[in-house]
């Protein structure tokens, strides 16, 4: 069984920082893509960061130049530090993982979210 647990969310001032982080654990052999979604209300879970095993990343133009995704493949970790950050970001940020769990077999797992607001 895997499990990926998300932590850093909260409430800051616009123009404020945070950072999120996401730990897997469990039955995992390796990990591969690993990324970050939001979903504010009443509109449709959309990808923020994406980040490749082997470091390459991808952003949503929303927050190309605010935001950066990192991992630490030794923690199994992926964090997400945000800058500058807008009322427009406030959503449940998700954590996503691509984990093979046996060689051979993979799956892709979601974190419970972890609620983001940003006040004006």
């Known amino acids: 069984q895997v499990q990926l647990v998300e932590s850093g969310g909260g409430l800051v001032q616009a123009g404020g920082s945070l950072r999120l982080s996401c730990a897997a654990s469990g039955s995992i052999f390796s990990i591969n893509a690993m990324g970050w979604y939001r979903q504010a209300p009443g509109k449709q879970r959309e990808s923020v960061a994406l980040?490749?095993?082997?470091?390459?990343?991808n952003y949503a133009d929303s927050v190309k130049g605010r935001f950066t995704i990192s991992r630490d493949n030794a923690k199994n970790t992926v964090f997400l530090q945000m800058n500058s950050l807008k009322p427009e970001d406030t959503a449940v940020y998700y954590c996503?993982?691509?984990?093979?769990?046996?060689?051979?077999?993979?799956?892709?797992?979601w974190g419970q979210g972890t609620q983001v607001t940003v006040s004006s």
């Open positions: 996503n993982a691509d984990i093979n769990y046996r060689l051979g077999y993979r799956n892709v797992y």
């Open positions: 980040i490749t095993s082997g470091g390459n990343t």
